[in-house]
């Protein structure tokens, strides 16, 4: 299976909803860095890695979007919408997230900080590393 969710506790009361998110509780990592995506165009597809030893997990907190993901066998494609759920993304897993509500907005919480060198850009490259194991 290459989609994993983790469901995330909705901790709401009267005055509004609340989701807390903790390092290797609810995700199975330490998060060293969060950034978010949001004003992406609908007819804009992005993503178009993988990363080497990153893990992430991505959640939709506005509006919706796709995302396809793949292990270089086989591909899977999810919808997100704001809800409280985080799909994992893996090491070794290609990526493109597309379909982008005009309120989309998607955060993502990364197990290290910015590293280029940990990214795989060719999907090429990508199929040649998967089945060199
Ligand atoms: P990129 O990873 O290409 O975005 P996406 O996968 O959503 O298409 O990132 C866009 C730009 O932002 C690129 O120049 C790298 C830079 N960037 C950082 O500087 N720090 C970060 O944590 C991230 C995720 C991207």
Redesign the pocket.
Known sequence: MITKWYDLQLLGDDRGSLVAIESCKTIPFETK?V?Y?FNTKSDIR????AHKELKQVMICVSGSCKIELDDGKAKEVSELIASPRAIAIDPMIWHE?YDFSKDCVLI?L?SDH?D?DD?IRSYDGFLKEISNG
């Open positions: 860095r950034y995506i992005r993503g178009f890695h997230m993502v990364a910015y280029e990214y």
